[in-house]
């Protein structure tokens, strides 16, 4: 068999040590007699040469001399006036003599040992598992010499040592044949960083990308839920004309602008549930809360039947669907009329290829009429003035109806802000190279939150913040100003027309980082923003228990549905 260049047979290759370069014995006997002899006479010339030199110095310890004393002169010097490290480290710890000593072959081992280790690091990295086991089996027996003497309290034996630091000696300078030095080590070292630090990013995207999925997938519960809602919607005269028959009062109240109105449109069955119990039962007078909910098609039967079977301390609760809209199209919303579009489609639901769009950016809730509804609010409630807008994801921890009764100072909506940290200004929401943008925004300006805001529906009609809205989002028909959401039209639209609320009125990070548990405790309104929502698995179980608090889950249908 013809063997490739270059690569010996494995008959004729020597043994590991056998590689070596030859000892220092056997280059010296391989010289004539005539250079050892010439050597050793330079070396013992040097020697007798440095004995003189070491006589006739003065000893340093021996006191200065009478004249030096007489004239009141003292020699000092920088590194007498100072106080040794060496002097510190044997004042701190408790150094033997046998670690202090020259000769100490338990130093030795130790260091030995310790070198040994890094050099099997390296050889590992190598793929040098022949050196590899060698070096460790000899780490393991410097190891038992200095177990065997620590056991027995006495020193390391002579004979025992001697072979054992000569054959470790020996696997150090084939070490160094072999490139393992701190140079070669630590351009490796470099590496394994980069390569860790790819693998993390790596990891890191593929943990955003399945929890982004996650968040976007309706559990099985909520779905079974809604099924069996709409069962027993459609099976039963009774729930439908509880909303059916209801009395001109009753009526009336829902357009009374004497009561608490809050607004919430959503698709979620239970987390509608949460924010109107957690908000009547901390309320000081739940007969005056008002809530106007508004879902889909899909969820507009199973959400009558539900309110329909359960009271809420007596609120008032009207639910409408967005399909009723019919003045909201494509002719009067940009957003709809953008959906029509071939590049908007494309835009959303791309994902092959390296310029395929973030999963983020494809959420299909940020092309949801439901989340787009709240620049509507006042073209929906024509006759309210004032009403809370309150998102699916929050709980309720206080009574709300003070803030019915802030004053805005003329401003259309109050808000908290979240301009603690920079990541929360408007540089990071909005596209500030874009000129449109540059010549009208501030990029620091403070950014602020949805999810409980407090609108004067009077001031925005005055104001036409909707017209507003519309302008930036038939200008970002290109996604160039913006990428997603409702938040950056929303800072625009609302742009000088803010009041900064209390941040007490509005804990936001619940759903995707660590917030301070006194401020959770102070706080009226906890925020679930991000994907972790407290009715997912990837919810934060440490922040679940707020949420759970405003579930009945002794509620049959729950039982058969979530089988807690």
């Known amino acids: 068999m013809v063997r490739p260049a270059g690569l010996l047979d494995p008959a004729r290759r020597r043994p590991f040590l056998d590689q070596r370069r030859p000892s220092f014995r056997r280059r010296w006997q391989q010289r004539p007699l005539w250079v050892r002899l010439g050597l050793s006479l330079v070396l013992a010339l040097a020697c007798v040469l440095l004995l003189l030199g070491l006589a ?18 003292t020699v000092s010097s920088p590194l007498l006036r100072q106080r040794s490290y060496l002097d510190g480290i044997t004042d701190a710890h408790n150094m033997t003599d046998e670690m202090l000593s020259a000769h ?15 050099y099997i690091v390296a050889a590992k990295e190598a793929n040098n598992l022949q050196f590899v086991a060698e070096l460790s089996a000899q780490v393991r027996r410097e190891q038992s010499i200095l177990a065997h003497a620590a056991a027995h309290g006495g020193t390391v034996k002579k004979e025992d040592a001697e072979k054992a630091i000569r ?14 030095d701190s140079s070669v080590t630590i351009m490796k070292l470099k590496g394994q960083i980069q390569s860790l630090e790819e693998k993390s990013k790596a990891e890191a995207d593929k943990s955003t990308k399945y929890g982004q999925i996650a968040a976007e997938e309706l559990p099985k519960g909520l779905y079974c839920l809604g099924v069996r809602l709409t069962m027993e919607w459609f099976k039963s005269p009774e729930l439908q004309r509880k909303f059916s028959d209801r009395s001109p009062a009753v009526q009336s109240n829902m357009r009374d602008n004497s009561l608490y109105h809050y607004c919430v449109f959503s698709d979620n069955i239970i987390a509608v549930s949460v924010v109107v119990n957690s908000t009547t039962l901390n309320s000081k007078h739940p007969e005056k809360n008002v809530f106007h909910l508004v879902t889909d098609e899909v969820n507009y039967a199973p959400m009558k039947a539900w309110f329909a079977m359960n009271d809420y301390g007596g609120a008032i609760v009207e639910i409408q669907k967005v399909e009723d809209f019919t003045w909201l199209n494509a002719s009067y919303v940009p957003v709809l009329k953008q959906l029509q579009d071939a590049a908007t489609q494309n835009f959303y639901f791309s994902g092959s290829g390296n310029r395929g769009t973030p999963i983020k950016f494809r959420n299909p809730k940020y092309l949801s009429m439901l989340n787009h509804l709240r620049f509507y609010i006042p073209e929906i409630y024509p006759e309210l003035r004032k009403v809370v807008f309150l998102d699916d994801d929050i709980v309720v921890q206080k009574d709300l109806s003070d803030l019915f009764t802030i004053n805005l100072n003329g401003n259309v909506m109050g808000a908290v802000e979240t301009c603690m940290e920079t990541f929360h200004r408007f540089h990071k929401y909005l596209n500030h190279s874009h000129p449109l943008i540059r010549a009208h925004f501030d990029p620091d300006a403070c950014g602020w939150a949805f999810g409980m805001n407090v609108l004067d529906l009077v001031e925005w009609r ?11 989002q038939e200008r970002n028909a290109d996604h160039t100003l913006w990428k997603l959401g409702s938040l950056p039209p929303g800072l625009l639209a609302f742009y000088g027309l803010v009041e900064a609320l209390d941040p ?7 759903g995707y980082t660590t917030v301070d548990p006194a401020t959770i405790k102070e706080g009226a309104v906890l925020h679930y923003n991000g994907n972790m929502k407290p009715w997912l698995k990837i919810g934060m179980e440490k922040y679940k228990g707020f949420w759970d608090n405003y579930v009945d889950y002794s509620h049959p249908l ?7």
């Open 104 to 118: 100490s072959f338990s130093r030795q081992l130790m260091d030995q040992i310790s070198l040994a280790k890094t």
């Open 167 to 180: 054959d470790m000696a020996m696997l150090f300078f084939q070490a160094q044949q072999f490139r393992y």
């Open 558 to 564: 729950l039982q058969r549905c979530f089988m807690r």
């Open 56 to 73: 006739g110095s003065p000893d340093p310890s021996s006191p200065p001399s009478t004249d030096s004393a007489r004239s009141g002169t």
């Open 504 to 510: 007490k009125w509005h804990v936001l990070g619940l």
């Open 462 to 472: 005055n104001k036409n913040v909707t017209g507003i809205y519309h302008y930036w």
